[in-house]
């Protein structure tokens, strides 16, 4: 029965898989971060599925560790990378 | 016991498409604004049907305490920094895309 | 048991493609992304190595650090390569102006 649950991760990867793309493609630096975003959330998801599919709960206190630590990437981004003009070509607009 | 466990099936079962069309929002849609909109549906209901549903079939209230802090955990960051790309776009003048 | 073969294939497929992306890349944030992203992979791959310890200090120093400190480093690398750039144009005007033969004393 615990199958199931790596059937939904296997899921979940692959749409992590399928998300590179807008890394790769994303025309603003904004878009790129929001990708790296959706993959802390579906890593905290997949980490939580394989706790349970693996029965091993340790895996719980990852996630945790992952969902403590998701807004700093973006929030730095923001405030250190993206905000101000001063740095102009930092955010990556086709100019 | 069994009603609970098929009823947290259902609710991870019914989690798994927000995620997955957030990833497909994410790919397909036209610009910055539209796609934070995909991303928080993925973040805030997908995980949070997904926590719900694993936190009915967990067997101690520890194991649900830390579930529910996951998904605090993730709502407060999800939901601070796409404010924050959001407003930082606003001032950068980013034109919300329209319908041509 | 097939399925998590399958899941740890994609895994390590992913793992691989993403890091010939991030050394292949030429736009620096883009690369700090893909290594973002790379981190909370690799944390997954040492989950599935049975390592949960290791995936505990990846997903913190990995994913959770050092990618908010190289956006930092970014943002100030293009502030001091715009003064380098200033500077570098200040002395070629001087040299322009000041037509060689300060160059010839010096020589």
């Known amino acids: 029965m615990s199958r199931i649950y790596i059937f939904f991760a296997l899921i979940l990867l692959a749409a992590i898989a399928a998300g590179m793309v807008r890394i790769l493609r994303g025309p603003t630096a904004a878009d790129r971060m929001m990708v790296a975003q959706l993959f802390g959330t579906c890593g905290v998801a997949i980490l939580l599925l394989l706790a349970k599919g693996l029965d091993n709960m340790v895996l719980l206190d990852i996630a945790l560790v992952f969902s403590l630590l998701a807004a700093l990437a973006t929030m730095t981004f923001v405030r250190r990378t993206w905000q101000g003009n001063d740095g102009e070509g930092a955010d990556g607009y086709p100019s | 016991m069994d009603i609970l466990h098929n009823a947290g099936m259902f609710f991870i079962i019914l989690g798994l498409p927000f995620f997955l069309s957030g990833t497909v929002g994410l790919l397909r849609f036209p610009d910055i604004f539209t796609r934070l909109h995909a991303l928080t549906k993925a973040d805030n209901v997908g995980l949070g049907l997904i926590i719900f549903g694993l936190a009915l079939q967990s067997d101690s209230w520890l194991m649900v305490a830390r579930l529910f802090l996951i998904w605090l955990l993730v709502l407060i960051a999800s939901s601070a920094s796409c404010h924050l790309v959001a407003r930082c776009a606003m001032q950068k003048k980013i034109q919300p895309w329209s319908r041509p | ?107």
Not at chain 3, 46 to 67: F, I
Not at chain 3, 75 to 87: A, D, G, L, N
């Open chain 3, 1 to 107: 048991m097939t399925l998590i073969m399958l899941f740890d294939i994609l895994l390590v497929a992913t793992l691989l493609w993403l890091a010939w992306r991030l050394l292949a890349t030429e736009d620096i944030f883009k690369a700090v992304v893909l290594f973002i992203s790379f981190g909370l992979l690799m944390a997954l791959a040492w989950v599935r190595m049975r390592a949960p310890d290791v995936a505990l200090a990846e997903a913190a120093l990995g994913a959770g650090l050092t990618g908010p400190l190289f956006l930092s480093a970014l943002r100030r690398m293009e502030r001091i390569r715009k003064e380098e750039r200033r500077v570098d144009t200040d002395e070629d005007r001087d040299d322009d102006v000041k037509a060689g033969n300060k160059r010839k004393e010096t020589i």
